[in-house]
């Protein structure tokens, strides 16, 4: 007997995979979603421990599918989990309004859309979570993240609008934050096109992605992130910020609430490496 439905989406690697995972291992029925899973592969899924459907969140037709065969393995979805995310490093000056949109488009709007395609049935019976996976990025700006971190502050923004309105619907609203965890997106990182040997910040740039990359992977484990979520969404009523990262992380967040800005920006820019 499982505790309930569960759709994970970007479950394919990473946090994602670990959150659906720890799901499955807590009892609960686990449908993830990705570009990568294909139709009904039952090896992948006898490895995984879920069900796994393709699913690209930037695609209204791909989302509508998923929806359609994740409602013939179970008739209701009780926790929607949102983990479909890019990151994609440039500085603002070389990170081409396309490439804004990219990242836009997977990791606020495909959000957008499939807490959309989620809140009739959960509306319905008045009963539902709703998880969605911002970043420390969605608190605060480093350099040559610009595209990733306003889509994660737009995440932020639209979950606390989210969680006034569907309260009255009995549907609970959490907002992940997670810090640097190893073994996630380093693999797919995208770059800025433009962001060349020749570009004006490219020894900035060189020195912040050296940085980044040593943050990542001395990073938390992404287990030990699935396992929060888990402990989160099964309280009755969860805590919306789960906020999971060393304690570098927490104070940067606290020192950008409380310092001036331009102090902040200084001890960031020499963090990452300015000269
Ligand atoms: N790892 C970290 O240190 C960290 C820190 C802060 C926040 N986060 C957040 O945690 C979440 C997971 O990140 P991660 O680092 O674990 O990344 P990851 O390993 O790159 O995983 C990203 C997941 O999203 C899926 N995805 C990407 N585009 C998609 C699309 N259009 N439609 C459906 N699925 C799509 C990928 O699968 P396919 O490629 O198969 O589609 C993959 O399963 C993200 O929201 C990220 O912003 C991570």
Known sequence: MKKGTVWVLGASSGLGLA???????????VIGG??????????????????????????EESCDRFVRQAFE????????????????????EMTSTDEYTRIMETNFIGTVRMVQ?????????????????????????????????ASKHAIEGFAECLAMEVKPFGIGVCVVEPGDHSGGSTH???HANAESDTSPY?????????????????????D??????????????????LRVAKLDQHAAVWMHD?????????????YYGAK
């Open 73 to 92: 393995w179970s008739e209701q979805v009780d926790i929607l989990v949102s983990c479909a995310a890019m990151l994609m490093l440039g500085s603002c």
């Open 117 to 149: 395609m989620v809140l009739p049935h959960m509306r319905k019976k008045r009963n539902g979570k709703i998880i969605l996976f911002s970043s420390i990025n969605g608190l605060l700006g480093i350099p040559f993240q610009s595209a990733y971190t």
């Open 34 to 59: 990705a570009r990568s899973f294909e139709c009904r592969d039952l090896d992948r899924e006898d490895k995984l421990g879920f069900i796994c459907l393709p699913l690209d969140v930037t695609n």
């Open 258 to 270: 409380v310092l001036l800005p331009s102090i902040n920006a200084m001890i960031l820019r020499q």
């Open 188 to 190: 797919t990182r995208l």
């Open 19 to 29: 959150t659906a995972q720890a799901f499955a291992a807590s009892g609960w029925l």
């Open 224 to 241: 030990k992130l699935g396992a929060k979520v888990v402990r989160n969404a099964e309280r009755r009523h969860m805590r919306f910020r």
């Open 202 to 222: 490219s020894a900035a740039y060189q020195a912040a992605t050296k940085v980044i990359g040593k943050d990542e992977a001395k990073g938390l484990s992404p």
